[in-house]
């Protein structure tokens, strides 16, 4: 691990004034449960750590009239303590849960799990998200693809989103509120991922000198049933295949309006219009459930290695929406 | 003398018991010190250059810039410029600094630069492999094969793979050097405490007799860990070079590129039985890659010897990584080609396998009652007959159930042994050996022997082993340590109780040969009134101990085990998930000398068997020649809740314990990858021909896993 310097701001402002205008200058360290081992292996090296963990108002869970306001520095254990004995919000809740190691939930934070950078393979040995060799052709589409995107995949990204809150957020129309030097601005969860387009471009939309301070749950989110369903190889520490969070508005057994979104399978958090669109006005049981996971994988376009995860989006799909009205 | 001999049931105290291990309370509280936990004052740390490439010719070393940072002491070239290197993660170079920081640092400034040359690192089959990368080593027939596969009724043709895997010891490789005086004390992660000390004399220009080899705890070796290695010799010629004791143990990823591969092996299967299920005829053509060195020739079919027969095997030389033995070296293997595709047949000839394999039985030999005994005692213990189905669980629901089986066996003499055992006149008793404890527990084996022999309590013995400067014993490999040490130490204690006898046989008024030691007492055979208390009795000794010798002794000890396992299993098969429900193993290897200590060899077998048939795998990438998972966040081992439950029998019945003292810490390990294939097969109704049965695969077996 190359030397850094370490600030430990006590306030948002302080900490924005110790970032740099690009990522190589300073980067934001709160649990550390990536950053440190992105470090560890030189595939980022900031000159500079800025620990934001000691700032008071990035902590805690807090009711606003618009939603619920999460601190970005609040460790997941913390989240999984308010959510599990309120039974509130399900599809957030079971994907705290799958961050089954429980050092990680100690540690990691809620704004950390949405920053956290992809596990591609090619990326963590060093071979830049885009994952090239040293002539710039991409390694995945002829390379060992078995984790990687069958959506949004038609370049140059190949890397899945590998955010456990994201999918869910996204599917409860969250947002996220980001600090800057010119002051606050409050984004969609959706919108803070994207696809990046060159080499240059990270897979968030938050700029070097940004801060995500707070994630909102609109009050809505509560009148939704709402389910994440996750395929793991392991129950043990392992990253999910392929997972699904559903939030619907019901009426009675009919969907009024369906949210789902997909999580491991994109670049980014995939949300699967096909499906919502084949859920809405309908009343859900089994058979709408599979329809909707056929419709879930429209446009899927597997890799070489990955076609099993198309298969494994539509049973996802089905079960989360099983599962959200059970 | 009479002859040596194990104690009758009756008379046993001690052995056969299930007694926890001596040093659990040590390690459970963290006290015990591994090489890594090894501090000794004014210590280096060293870290590794690696090569990146596969197959790459080093044609310069500049270490300038690292040697010129202030705190790097030393340097150490593994591979000169000139010489290649043969997988990714091979060692170029060593830097040892005042920090573990420091000498990381100071490695990455190291400058290498490479020729890079063509590499191998596709398990592929000789046709693919390319001119001068693959060897045939055998070619063998028995019988008549063509016309048994005439005779037969039906026959099965399958490919059966099982991929090239680590050790992925939880104690990564290494040591802390120590050069002092002249002399070189190394506390070494080894399996070989006794014979590694030859390998340091030379680099350093000093006899063996100077070198001091400690290894009181390790984290597993898994026959990965009999050498000093390349980096051991390292930490040590840069203590000499220092003049500072030096610590250089393996990164995570290092440990998984570098330190020790388990060959692959595939097979083209054809097999032939007659109606009834009598098998006919076998017919393999078998490959694999052991790195660039070749890999064993496996013997199949594996422990049912079908009489008529043709093998082919070739080797395929790769640069994935260095073969080393892997615990049972090619047993799971030739297990996994054999096993699956026997029980294949069965399910065409729509015949439980467990009738199949009884059937057949004859054809494993001698030890066939054995064999049959074994399976049908783990087929009580599985339910068998009320969870087996024909193929496929034809229940609703996407969760489908199934069980599957295999035999093995393994060979398991002692090795060479030495034990020296002192009875001092305060009464304590030290027995001491240079062997070592992989952490099967051989040092709680080694006090329940002496502590029996002596009529002691286990407290009433000190064992001390990891130390060369011990009496020499062999390398803990091939599951040979437990005869080799149980015998010396019956031995060793035998003697100096015999010792003793004579100098208390005048004070209880009779003849050396009257005595025995039960209880903590010395008393007449036969008149239990006519006593001495230990201490009492040790007394007798004035001022000097009693210290006797023992060797291994061919007497007390045997080889040849066998085992049935047993697995069930849940699939989804809209998943393609994979639970280990339960497993069952009953396994035979002689007199047991500690049931507990027994026993957990084969549930960490039975685990590290779950981890291998559904997870491992080293993952390589063809267009890099890297590997993709020297991590153990992608080389997957089983969780906590991802093994089930574990049932173990061991047997222990009069007939078996005669045989005296056999080796066990490999032969469970060998059947479960083909015991959980079996069980996914009867769930599923389809075979996955290739471990691990990952989601991907057994989608793929269900012809799930293909494009929308």
């Known amino acids: ?326 | 003398m009479a002859d040596i001999k194990w104690p009758p049931a009756a008379d046993r105290h001690l052995i056969g018991k299930r007694i926890s291990r001596i040093d659990g309370p040590l390690k459970s509280s963290g006290r015990a010190k591994y090489a890594y936990d090894q501090n000794p004052p004014n210590m280096l740390y060293a870290k590794l250059v690696t090569s990146p490439y596969a197959h790459a010719k080093v044609t310069a070393i500049d270490t300038s810039a690292a040697e010129s940072m202030p705190g790097v002491h030393g340097v150490y070239i593994f591979t000169p410029v000139g010489k290649e290197v043969n997988w990714e993660g091979q060692e170029v170079v060593a830097i040892a600094a005042e920090t573990e920081e420091l000498a990381e640092d100071a490695a990455s400034r190291v400058k290498v630069e490479y020729e890079e040359l063509p590499y191998l690192v596709a398990d592929t089959d000789p046709q693919h492999a390319g001119e001068g990368r693959f060897r045939s080593l055998s070619e063998e027939k028995t019988g008549d094969p063509d016309q048994a596969f005439q005779q037969a009724d039906a026959t099965h043709e399958g490919m059966y793979s099982i991929p090239v895997i680590t050790h992925c010891c939880m104690e990564s490789h290494g040591s802390v050097a120590q050069w002092e005086n002249g002399k070189l004390n190394v506390w070494l992660s080894t399996q070989n405490v006794s014979g590694v000390s030859g390998e340091y004399a030379t680099p350093l220009n000093i006899p063996p007799a100077n070198v001091n080899v400690q290894c009181q705890v390790m984290g597993g070796g898994f026959g990965s860990k009999f050498a000093a290695d390349s980096w051991g010799v390292a930490a040590a010629v840069l203590s000499q070079k220092t003049s500072r004791p030096v610590k250089l143990m393996l990164e995570r990823d290092t440990e998984l590129l570098a330190a020790g591969c388990r060959p692959s092996m595939h097979a083209k299967v054809r097999v032939g039985a007659k109606r009834d299920g009598t098998l006919l005829a076998w017919d393999s053509e078998s490959w694999g890659t052991g790195g660039m060195q070749g890999a064993g020739v496996p013997r199949l079919p594996y422990v049912i010897e079908i009489p008529n027969r043709r093998t082919h095997h070739t080797t395929v030389f790769t640069n994935i990584g260095p073969a080393r033995a892997w615990r049972a070296p090619n047993h799971p293997q030739m297990c996994f080609l054999t096993m699956p595709a026997l029980d294949d047949l069965a399910a065409k000839l729509n015949m439980d396998p467990l009738d199949f394999f009884i059937q057949n039985i004859a054809l494993t030999g001698e030890r066939a009652d054995v064999y049959k005994e074994e399976l049908l005692k783990a087929a009580e213990m599985m339910g068998w007959k009320q969870k087996w189905h024909p193929r496929g669980d034809k229940t609703p629901g996407p969760i489908k159930r199934g069980v599957g089986l295999s035999i093995h066996t393994w060979g398991g003499a002692g090795h060479a042994s030495n034990c020296r055992c002192t009875i001092h006149p305060d009464g304590s008793v030290q027995v001491a050996l240079g062997s070592q404890d992989l952490g099967t527990g051989t040092r709680t084996v080694i006090g329940i022997v002496a502590a029996e022999t002596l009529g002691l309590p286990l407290e009433g013995v000190q064992v001390e082993i990891g130390d060369n400067k011990y009496p020499p014993d062999g390398a803990s490999g091939g599951s040979t340590t437990v005869g080799g040490v149980s015998s010396s130490t019956r031995v060793a204690s035998t003697n100096a109780l015999n010792e003793l006898f004579a100098k208390v046989a005048p004070s209880l008024g009779t003849t050396p040969d009257k005595l025995e030691a039960v209880g903590g007492q010395i008393r007449v055979i036969g008149d239990p009134s006519k006593s001495m208390p230990w201490k009492q009795a040790c007394a007798k000794l004035g001022a000097t101990p009693i210290v006797a010798m023992g060797e291994r002794n061919s007497t007390l000890i045997s080889s040849g085990v066998g085992g049935a396992q047993m697995a069930e299993v849940s699939v989804d098969i809209e998943t393609g998930v994979v639970r280990m429900e339960k497993m069952v193993a009953v396994q035979d290897c002689g007199l047991v000398i500690d049931l507990k200590t027994a026993e957990s060899q084969v549930y960490g077998a039975c685990i590290m068997g779950t981890c291998y048939a559904l997870h491992e795998e080293k993952i390589m990438d063809q267009q890099t020649g890297t590997c993709l998972n020297a991590n153990m966040e992608f080389y997957k081992l089983s969780g906590l809740d991802d093994i089930g439950e574990i049932a173990v029998h061991m047997m222990t019945d009069p007939a078996i314990e005669n045989r005296g003292v056999i080796g066990l810490g490999e032969p469970p390990v060998v059947s479960p990858g083909a015991a959980i294939s079996n069980a996914v097969a009867n769930a599923i109704g389809v075979r996955v021909p290739e471990l691990p049965m990952t989601p991907n695969r057994v989608l793929e077996a269900l012809g799930k896993g293909g494009k929308v």
């Open chain 1, 1 to 326: 691990m190359r030397a850094f310097e370490y600030g430990n701001p006590s306030s948002v402002k302080q900490a924005i004034s110790l970032l740099g205008s690009n990522w190589s200058e300073a980067a934001v360290f709160a649990g550390g449960t990536d950053l440190l081992s992105l470090m560890k292996d030189s595939i980022v090296t900031p000159g500079r750590l800025v620990n934001i963990k000691e700032i008071r108002e990035l902590h805690g869970i807090r009711e606003e009239k618009t939603g619920m306001v999460i601190g970005a520095a609040t460790p997941l254990e913390d989240l999984y303590d308010h959510f599990s004995p309120r039974k509130i919000l399900p599809a957030l809740l079971t994907a705290i849960e799958g961050v089954s190691s429980y050092q990680m939930r100690s540690m990691g934070t809620a704004g950390g799990d949405l920053l956290q950078r992809p596990r591609c393979w090619y990326f963590r040995n060093g071979f830049g998200l885009l994952a090239r060799n040293s002539k710039g052709q991409p390694l995945v589409p002829n390379g060992d693809n078995r984790y990687h995107a069958i959506f949004g995949n038609q370049g140059p990204a190949y890397f899945v989103s590998p955010s456990s809150l994201a999918p869910a957020l996204v599917a409860f129309d969250a947002s996220v509120r980001i600090e800057g030097p010119k002051g606050m601005r409050e984004i969609k969860v959706a919108e803070l991922f994207r696809i990046p387009r060159d080499a240059e471009e990270r897979e968030h939309t938050i700029a070097p000198k940004e801060i995500l301070t707070e994630i909102v749950i609109p009050a809505s989110a509560h009148n939704t049933r709402s389910a994440t369903y996750e395929v793991r190889e392991r129950k043990f520490m392992d990253w999910p295949l392929a997972t699904a969070s559903v939030a619907l508005r019901m009426e009675g057994r009919q969907v009024r309006q369906a949210s789902v979104v997909l999580g491991q399978v994109a670049p980014t958090p995939w949300r699967a219009e096909a499906a919502e669109k084949a859920l809405a006005g309908k009343t859900l049981d089994e058979a709408t459930a599979t329809s909707a996971g056929e419709a879930a994988v429209e446009g899927a376009h597997p890799l070489s290695k990955n076609g099993y995860k198309v298969q494994l989006v539509r049973v996802a799909v089905k079960r989360a929406l099983l599962a959200a009205i059970a």
